[in-house]
């Protein structure tokens, strides 16, 4: 059998690669086909991921392994330098960018794709199709070395690692595939194209000739450590890129956020000089108030170095500070051609422009901006800004990325730059971000500093590839133990067998020299409940087993020798001699009769003596089998005992009896059946007894028994049965076959009881049945009788008519399964209904369920309210009584109801939320409007005072009435913008707000109130900051109309669950009814605005103990971390 062996591992190598081959290359042309778009079938899911290059390497792959199949040895090397050759420069591709432009090389007019848009296959891809290759261009036929096999091994198990980590990679997420591991799309399908080839080569490695096996084996530790190193240093690389990515991430986070100061500060700036502008259009153009105007606006905004305004003509006629005035004033805008296109654009769109960085005319660079004012359609002047006094861009961003470099970039020219210590990273760490502001884009770009990324580097990577080489290491030292394990374990197996066999071979030898002796004593000495003895000629006991023993009562040494009278009681009628004698002529003997034990008892026992002759026909003793026959002794007697007791007990049975012969004729009838019929027996045996029975009941009686009968199986049968005084009663007649001793069939032995009573019972109780389930048809919903038995199992003992119109399931089904009515229930409402059955149980108390029910027949869902009271019955069980009826209309009126209600908040808190816009509004309109009037008013009477002569001093009196009227004015201004939207609200926080309100009410009541609001830690959201201010003031405006309090306690504290504000007084105080009135409007709008952020306000108070009023509001969740 050794000689055929490797031509037979060859045939199952060639099937194999044959076959693995084949279906490789027929998916990889399926793949390719449907690239060209060929008249093919569509593929199935996950074939036409594959990239296209990917689908040839694979069918390279395939024809590779068809040609070793074959035996074109050479051709499959070629083929397989194929794979290696796409996935060595797609290695080269990624490990050194712009040395090999892959898609030229692929780019030709019959590809899919032209050049430039090809999707190349993943990096990890292109490392296992060059391991692979390299793995099939080294298979070689058994004859060659067995080294080149083990190479083979190490290769393909290599590749066989790293498809696995790239399905393992494919199946987790699309994060470790894409980027972690390199992957580019289809992984999960190349990964199972992976595994079947390097499976067919490995598979072919283990089934080569037993040289190669043996060195495989060695090889073993050295092929699992190089397997499991080669993914430990593709996971290296995947770390490491992935690390890449955190800090390109934070660093695009860290320009989204420099971006955004940036143009919110650039606009901020604009809408200054834009409202500066506009000013022009609310009184006539003065160039004191400009010149004043501008420079307020230059001495807060630092960035700005020059502020002019030019009239229609474009011409530059009053600038701020008046020290740049000789040098911009009669300045043509129109002059410079990127500010004449700045302008043209801003008085086209009537909005603001931007300019480029540009020369200034103050001196200089940077950006001009340009707001126009129109009156209507007219022009009336435009106002310019000039953006330059200094690098700006370090004042907007004012220091707040200290390990970033930040860069505006116009043009690809760097214009501004914020530095910081350090030195930048060099490589592709920085990022770039466009901004726009207006008409002008500028690319901010933010590099990190390299300090910044030695902090964000960490040593993750380098730590996982030395534990990976560590595990590889333990791999390769667990495999080098096994296999030596095995080695010794099998030269140990080897060793046994052998002592095996040559001790199981002394055993056979032996066992059959003791088997040869002991037979026959054997044999003897296994019989335990009969006497086996021998005897010799003259009658005297030769041998003595174990069973005569326990049979006779004598030991071996007691009864060998002695003569064989010695068993046989002395008053015998038959010698013993005499048996012998019968047994010597006719060769044997049989007796039943009495033995004497040797404690002097008698007993019964058969006696079978058997003459031994020689091969001469001479005799040479005798041998005994005595087997004790006391119980079948005594069993007969007690049989015949037993019949007669029988016989008495069936006559004085109160039942009715009788008994047919084995022809099914009667032979006996009780002396209640008599009695019960009025007949005597000779009328009543055979047939006679069918003449009490019913005419209807006859034919059924007798095809019931006749069956019966020919089947000897028992019956049961009710038929009715002719009393004495001529009526018929009911009767169920039960029979049962008897045999006799000998098993042999007997007749029928039949027992009859009166049912009359059950059967009126059985009407009764189906009249009754009726009247209840017509009261429970007619209740609305299912009535019904659930039961738990002691192992928590549920029945519907009873279910009503309604259950087909409640659940859509037929009665029978729910009765039959009680998960059926259950399963109807939604998954999430189950333990809630599950719980309360408990409940009910544990406490004996009624089962209240209200829940969904979704029947098989309709899309909507039901809701159901369940009412049951439980008891429990004598067996145990817990049985609960109830009902369960359609609550769907009830749950849609309350749901309607509740959003309602939702509704009526929601217009509430919107209808608070625009009441306090419109008081915003107004404020700010009357501070800006009505404030700005009052302050040109001022202006223009200061003004007056100073050209006024002093001879006229009526006017000076006038002139200051009307500064004390312009100042009154300008105090009621501020006291109603303070009332409309208290700006220390906004500016220094509630708590600032709370201790000035709770000042103004003791400057206007007079009376004393004490504060306790400390500063919050944090900034309170601005609208809970606001409901809970205007809280406090309609408390204390309460405070002051009805509570004639002498003293007031404020506290506001922050704590876990957010702001809580406490307001006491010890006034008069209120009855717990006057907090529920109608017409409290005052405590529901507190309520309301409480509610609109999830808090709440509550009020406790007593007539003449004052009132507490506590008003919360849950605090905002943090903001979530970048």
Known sequence: MMFDRVPRVAAWSAILFATVGAVVLAVSGWVIAAWHQLVLPTPSVGVPHLQYDTAWAFAFCGAALIAYALRLRRVGQLFAAAPIALGAIRLIAYLAPGTINIHPILGHAWLPFGAGNYNDMGVLTALVFAVLGSALSLVQPPAKSPWRSVLVAQLASMALALALL???????????????????????????????????????RLLASKNEQQMLRRSAPVIVWLAVFVSVLVLWRALIIEETRVIQHSTSLVAADARSQVARDLEARIDMLQRLAERTLHYPFDAEMWARDA???????????????????SIVRWVAPRSNESKIIG????????????????????????????????GGKGVVIYAPVFDGDTLRGIAAGALGNGNWLRSLIDGRFADHHVELVENGRVVQSVEVDGPRAEGPWSQELPLDVHNTHWILRVTPTQESLRRAASGLPETALALGIVLATLLALLTYFFQTARRRARDLKLANLRLQNDIERRYAIEQELRQSESRTQLIINAVKDCAIFMLDGDGRIASWNPGARALNGYTAEEAIGKPFSLLYPSDRMRPVEEMLATAARRGWFEEECWHLRKDGCRYCADDMISAMRDENGRLQGFSVVARDATQRLELREQTERSRDFYFALFSDFPNLVWRSDSAGACDYLNKAWLDYTGRARDAEVGDGWLEGVHPEDRARWQESYSAAFAARRPFEVEYRLRRANGEYGSMICVGRPYHDMKGSFSGYLCSCYDNSARRAMESALRESEQRYEGMTSNVPGMVFQLTRDPHDGLTFTYVSHGCEALTGLPEATVRADASAFINLIPTDDRPHF??????????????????????????????????????????????????VYDDTQGRLAQRELERSREDLRSLS???????????????????????????????????????????????????????????????????????????????LGLAAAVRWEAAEFKKHTGVPIEVEAPDMDGAVQREAALALFRIFQETLTNVARHAKASRVWVHLAVNEKGYVLQVRDDGAGMDEKDLVKTNSHGLRGMRERAQQFGGDVSVSSQPGRGTTLVASVPAPPPPDQP
């Open 166 to 204: 790239m399905l393992f990679g494919a199946f987790t997420a699309a994060a470790i595939g894409s980027e972690w591991l390199l992957m580019a799309g289809g992984e999960r399908f190349n990964a199972l194209l992976f595994i079947a080839v390097t499976g067919a080569l490995l598979i072919d």
């Open 295 to 313: 420079g307020s606006l230059i001495h807060d905004v630092n960035e700005f170095q020059s502020l002019s305004w030019a009239t229609p003509d």
């Open 331 to 362: 300045y043509n805008m129109l002059s410079d051609p990127t500010r004449g296109a700045a302008v043209e654009l801003a008085i086209q769109t009537r909005k603001v422009t931007v300019t480029p960085f540009t020369d200034l005319v103050v």
């Open 834 to 883: 599950m719980a309360t059955l408990e409940a009910s149980a544990a406490q004996m108390g009624t089962w209240n369920w209200s829940g969904r029910l979704r029947t098989p027949y309709e899309s909507t869902e039901r809701w159901i309210n369940i009412r049951a009271r439980p008891r429990r019955p004598d067996h145990g069980d817990v049985l609960w009584d109830g009902l």
């Open 909 to 987: 808190r919107h209808l608070q939320s625009v009441r306090e816009e419109e008081k915003a509004r107004i404020a700010r309109e009357v501070h800006d409007e009505l404030g700005s009037t009052l302050t040109a008013l001022r202006m223009d009477l200061d003004w007056m005072a100073e050209r006024l002569p002093p001879d006229m001093e009526p006017l000076r009196e006038k002139r200051a009435a009307m500064v004390r009227l312009v100042e009154s004015a300008v105090a009621a201004t501020r006291k109603i913008v303070t009332d409309l939207r208290p700006s220390i609200l906004d500016d």
